[in-house]
């Protein structure tokens, strides 16, 4: 089994004239699932506002954060910023904006984490800890397989429980409608734990994970108050029936 290094994984996109490689390293993976198969993107890590290769003043002001998704043939630019206006996304096809776009990802390889106790240990024995999580529809088909990298993890070891909260991650709405599929992509965290409801009793015996759900907080537009102005704030929370598993590269 493999698992995706993130740490040695990137995406590259070159600018016009070949002016920029910028490469920026992978936050997550989304693999959407449909009749034709699978079309993978990957959300690259975030970076500020700056004018490259400037002699001074690098940073611009106001400044915004700047991050992307791409596929092989689609992107999607997400700039967050104070305020927000209509143009805070922009998508559309590599070929149209960019001279080339490499995506390089390292495969590691990994186990499966097979119970809850296992999960504890390799947390505590500081071993990278890659999140799959596959998103269903209400026929229990996968519908889009999610891979991050675990950058939080809370562990119990006296009653062998833990819970995840990592992100960012891209997260797609099947409802939206769209010209691109990248444009249905959204940028989210994730939690989601070994336990809900399982009586306190049971714990140490069970190796019972709760994993039937997982609950995203999704990037919206957020209106300041007394304020015509947006910000981009995470505050809607979503709850999917999913398998999750975490996964401990070796």
């Given at each position: 089994m ?52 400037a002699a001074?003043?690098l ?8 991050c ?11 700039r967050?910023?104070l ?5 805070w996304?922009?998508s ?38 890659v ?20 950058k ?14 990592t ?50 907080i ?22 999917v ?10």
């Open positions: 493999t698992a995706c290094d993130f740490g040695r994984s990137f995406a590259t996109f070159v600018t016009e004239a070949r002016g920029n490689n910028a490469r920026i390293q992978v936050e997550a993976i989304c693999d959407l699932v449909g009749p034709e198969g699978e079309t993978r993107y990957v959300l690259v890590a975030s970076c500020k506002a700056e004018d490259t290769y001074d003043d940073f611009r002001l106001p400044n915004y954060d700047f992307a998704l791409f596929s092989q043939t689609e992107y999607c630019i997400i967050a910023g305020p927000l206006t209509a143009a996304r922009d559309g096809l590599n070929a149209d904006r960019f001279e080339e776009v490499r995506i390089d990802l390292v495969e590691a390889p990994a186990r499966a984490c097979a119970d809850a106790r296992g999960v504890v240990e390799a947390t505590l024995r500081n071993e990278p800890l999140g799959v999580t596959e998103l269903l529809g209400d026929g229990g088909e996968v519908r889009a397989r999610l891979h991050y990298p675990i939080t993890m809370n562990v119990n070891d006296l009653e062998w429980i833990y819970q995840i909260d992100g960012p991650l891209a997260l797609p709405d099947f409802d939206r409608q769209v010209e691109l599929e990248v444009e249905r992509l959204d940028m989210a965290f994730i939690a989601w734990s070994s336990l809900r409801e399982l009586p306190r009793e049971a714990r140490r015996a069970s190796a019972w994970n709760a994993a039937d759900v997982a609950e995203f999704i990037q919206r537009p957020t209106q300041i108050a007394h304020s015509d102005s947006c910000v981009a704030h995470y505050r809607e929370v979503r709850k029936a999913a398998r999750n598993e975490v996964l401990a590269l070796t």
